[in-house]
Structures are given as C-alpha cells and as structure tokens.
C-alpha cells in the first residue's frame, strides 16, 4: 500500500490530453514539493517535473504539473505513443522522514 | 555530464550478503545527497535510502530500516548498498539517483541505469 495514491491506468488516444492524479496528506504532499517520473520498460526512471510545476531541461512543454492542497496532477497533452509508460509521483514526507513514491500509473495511448 | 553507473547483475542464494555500488561523476559528489530506489518485478518504485556523502548522514524508509545498509566511500564518489543476509523476497532492481539540493530533497535526477539482483536456490 503506497502513502501516495494514483489510479493504477489511464489511457487516451493519440494527441489528446490525458491527467495522472496523486493524492496524499499534509505531512507529504500538502507540505512539500512533488515531483514526477516517467519509466519507460528496460530503462531508468526519468525526472519530468520537480517543485510541482518545473520542466528540467529537455523535457518537452507538454507536460505539466500542478499542486493543490494534498494533491498533485501530472498533464500530457498531444499525446504520443512514446509516451506509453508508467509514471510516478514522489515527495518527502516529514512523518516518516523519508521519501514517498505513488503506486504508479500505467499510461496507454490507443 | 552528471553520471551514475551502476554495478553488474548479481546471482545469489539465500542468507548470503552482498554489496552493490553506484559510481557518481561530473559533480561535486560529497555537495548531494544519493539515494536507492526497488523495483520487484511487476510492481511500483519504492524509496528505499539515502546518504549525504559529505557527513554521511543517512536517513532509511521506515519498511527498509534494518534490512540494507547505505554507505559512502567519498575518496572514489561510490555509494553502496548492502545485504547482510540476503532473501528471496530481496530479488529486485535496484536504481541509484542523485537527489536534489537542499533539505528536504525532493526529487531524483538522474538516475543510474540499474542493478538487478536475483536471489535464488
């Protein structure tokens, strides 16, 4: 059971927009930065959004993040089928003192 | 170009230990916090640890505490993460990744490539 909750799927079709939700507490999400990642099969996870909102270099403006309260989304719009993997939400959380991730979401794009 | 390679693929049988480290380059290895991150088979990323290689001040997941140990050699800017009796149930990959400055650290950028270790009678 992950202390951060993100639906097991989602799926969409190719250039549509799709949302990937995360929802926690106060003592992770609702008091720290969230970031985000994507893990392509066979390869390392990638940083797509850190601090809620920021792009590192090289990561495309269609994706995006967002935080309100306890919870954080992660937006892809113009969706391609490259963009087919699975995607995790991470925090620190100041109960445990350590680092939180999301389940995890498989993204198919159909 | 900010590195982290990763150690082979390791084999072992159960109640052996081991020791898998990650090499970081490119940046002030001692300045970041680095930490370890499982993935069983067909399952989610979990945060497993992290050193300060500069103190080697550590903080553990509470569901990871007393089981690996985290460690630092800052003379060759490797960290390691280690067994001390191995388990079936440790069969994993496991990722290293920088984390972010500051405190709390936030986010893991980048990432080494991975070592999957499979524990087997």
């Known amino acids: 059971q992950s202390v951060l909750t993100q639906p097991p799927s989602v799926s969409a079709a190719p250039g549509q927009k799709v949302s990937i939700s995360c929802s926690g507490s106060?003592?992770?999400?609702?008091?720290?930065?969230v970031s985000w990642y994507q893990h392509l099969p066979g390869t390392a996870p990638k940083l797509l959004i850190y601090?809620?909102?920021e792009r590192p270099s090289g990561i495309p403006d269609r994706f995006s993040g967002s935080k309100s309260g306890t919870s954080a989304t992660l937006g892809i719009t113009g969706l391609q089928t490259g963009d087919e993997a699975d995607y995790y939400c991470g925090t620190w959380d100041s109960s445990l003192s350590a680092g939180v991730f999301g389940g995890g979401t498989k993204l198919t794009v159909v | 170009e900010v590195q982290l390679v990763q150690s082979g693929a390791e084999v072992k049988k159960p109640g052996e230990s081991l020791k898998i480290s990650c090499k970081g380059s490119g940046y002030s290895f001692t300045s970041y916090w680095i930490g370890w991150v499982r993935q069983i088979p067909g399952k989610g990323l979990e945060w497993m640890a992290i050193i300060y290689p500069g103190d080697s001040d550590t903080r553990y997941s509470p569901s990871f505490q007393g089981q690996v140990t985290i460690s630092a050699d800052k003379s060759i800017s490797t960290a390691y993460l280690q067994w001390s009796s191995l388990k079936a149930s440790d069969t994993a990959m496991y990722y290293c990744?920088?984390?972010?400055?500051?405190?709390?650290?936030?986010?893991?950028?980048?990432w080494g490539q991975g070592t999957l270790v499979t524990v087997s009678s």
């Open positions: 106060s003592s992770n999400i609702g008091n720290n930065y």
């Open positions: 990744a920088r984390l972010a400055s500051g405190w709390p650290p936030n986010w893991f950028d980048p």
């Open positions: 601090d809620n909102n």
